[in-house]
């Protein structure tokens, strides 16, 4: 155990003086504080009313139900507002009721709603006094968000095994992994010492993730539970390409084919009707995604997780048997 830890703290000390591994580390945080400024909340509207703060505060309050407001001090501030490049109307209070401000060239209808709802602002009309009800289909997380966290995640997944790959290019650059024949350590104890750094720091980037965007009540026994069993595809490619693989360029150029696959599942598991899901059975990573997509959405259940979980392992291990003579040569 010793051994693998030190093959694993070696491993540490290149990441940090290496550029590029020091990349991939921080590049999951950063797309993650992009989705968390970026992507729409579930109920974010896309109607942008500009009203003034001197009007009603009951006024306001009820337009905040249903659309985006933007308050402002002036009425030259909210028709500066108004005019600018995005579709934006304005509400303002006049003698004789309300003023609705637009630029001209909005898109069609766009000024319909925020009229429409001024109107039965006036006359009184609240959700508890019409004939309409509320159909929810129990969507409590955003569904683009969530697209987007678990996607990146996968990319956290491909980037474990960049991250190994990089790892055997410069143990073969310092003509050290030969030396795993004449040494105290296994080849198995060296897999897995240079498996350790991926693993480490892609379960740490989807829990900081998961973090950063908000998800703090997922099942994070489940989320972890899929991104390792996911990884392990992951850090088979990694080794192999950092066995094929001449210099760093082509280590990385190497696994980031992963994305083909991944992209692929994503689009299938997203774009195929029901009867043509099965079709991506292939794929790893679809199981991955769909398991991920079920917890980040807080609909998953055991059953299914654990199904998904059992595909992964089942495709992973048939890409591992295939691969061993190739790991063995290249370790030799």
Request: net charge negative; glycine share 6%; hydrophobic share 50%.
């Amino acid at each position: 155990m010793s051994k693998i830890f030190r093959i694993f703290r070696k491993d540490t000390k290149i990441a940090t003086r290496d550029a590029i591994l020091i990349y991939i580390i921080i590049i999951p945080i950063i797309l993650a504080v992009g989705i968390l400024l970026f992507a729409p909340g579930l109920n974010d509207s896309s109607v942008k009313i500009a009203m003034l703060k001197s009007d009603e505060a009951e006024h306001v309050a009820y337009m905040e139900k249903y659309a985006q407001i933007e308050l402002f001090n002036n009425i030259e501030d909210l028709e500066r507002r108004v005019n600018k490049r995005d579709d934006v109307v304005g509400i303002a209070p006049t003698d004789n009721g309300y003023e609705i401000i637009v630029q001209g060239n909005e898109a069609e209808g766009l000024a319909d709603y925020p009229e429409i709802l001024n109107s039965l602002y006036e006359l009184g009309v609240t959700e508890e006094n019409t004939t309409a009800t509320n159909l929810s289909f129990e969507k409590t997380v955003p569904p683009l968000k969530t697209k987007l966290v678990n996607m990146l995640i996968l990319l956290v997944v491909m980037l474990a095994g960049m991250i190994i790959s990089l790892g055997i290019v410069e143990e073969k650059s310092d003509n050290t992994i030969s030396a795993v024949n004449v040494t105290p350590v296994s080849q198995t104890g060296f897999v897995l010492g240079k498996s350790a750094l991926g693993s480490i720091t892609s379960l740490v980037s989807i829990i900081l993730v998961l973090l950063i965007t908000g998800y703090h009540d997922v099942n994070w026994l489940m989320i972890i539970l899929v991104g390792f069993t996911s990884m392990l595809l992951s850090l088979i490619i990694g080794f192999l390409q950092g066995l094929s693989s001449s210099d760093v360029i082509e280590a990385a150029a190497g696994v980031k084919i992963m994305m083909l696959p991944i992209a692929g599942s994503i689009a299938g598991y997203e774009l195929l009707s029901d009867k043509w899901q099965w079709t991506m059975y292939w794929s790893p990573f679809y199981f991955a995604y769909k398991a991920n997509d079920m917890i980040l959405s807080k609909i998953a259940d055991w059953g299914t997780v654990i199904i998904c979980v059992v595909a992964v392992i089942v495709l992973t291990l048939l890409v591992y048997l295939i691969s061993i003579p190739k790991i063995r040569r290249g370790l030799s």
